[in-house]
Structures are given as structure tokens and as C-alpha cells.
């Protein structure tokens, strides 16, 4: 059986040209997304922009109706104090 032998810096080479190989893999096929800073503004969500209010064309009766199938499900799958509306 014949072997070949290949020098040490020939393989060190070849390893040190796959890392650039592989950053560039990783680069290409990664799926993270960074969020953006919005030049110093805070998105906050207060009690507010929760409530559902009254809008052109929406009668209060239906309103109210969605506004109990979405207090149902809140109280369902919130964490926390359970008596905590």
C-alpha cells in the first residue's frame, strides 16, 4: 500500500484557509436578526394602546363582544396573579 505524505505547512494552510471558508458560511446561512436602535426612542406599550375604543363603522355592541372574547383569552394564557385583570 502506498502512502502520501503531505508537508506540515501545506496542511496548516489548508486549515487556516477553511476558517474564513467557514465565517463566511455562517455569515450567509445564519437566521438572526438584530434590532435597530431607534435614534433614542422607547417603544412602550401602556394601558392606553391596549383598550380598544370605539372606530368609524364599529358599533359599540360588537366592541364589546370583541373586547370579551379578548379579556377571556387574556385572563386564560397571561402569567402572573391569576385574579390580575
Known amino acids: ?26 455569515c450567509v446561512f ?5 434590532a435597530q436602535n431607534n435614534g433614542g426612542v422607547e417603544n412602550t406599550i401602556t394601558d392606553k394602546d391596549c383598550m380598544i375604543t370605539r372606530g368609524k363603522g364599529v358599533s359599540q355592541e360588537l366592541l364589546t363582544e ?6 377571556k383569552y ?9 385574579d390580575e385583570k
Not at 500500500?1 to 455562517?26: G, N, Y
Not at 445564519?30 to 438584530?34: A, L, N
Not at 370583541?66 to 379579556?71: C, D, H, K, L
Open 30 to 34: 445564519s437566521t438572526g436578526v438584530f
Open 1 to 26: 500500500m502506498m502512502t502520501k505524505t503531505i508537508s506540515k505547512q501545506r496542511e496548516w494552510c489548508k486549515s487556516m484557509a477553511l476558517i474564513p471558508i467557514f465565517i463566511a458560511a455562517v
Open 66 to 71: 370583541y373586547q370579551e372574547i379578548v379579556n
Open 74 to 82: 387574556l385572563e386564560k394564557y397571561t402569567t402572573g396573579n391569576p
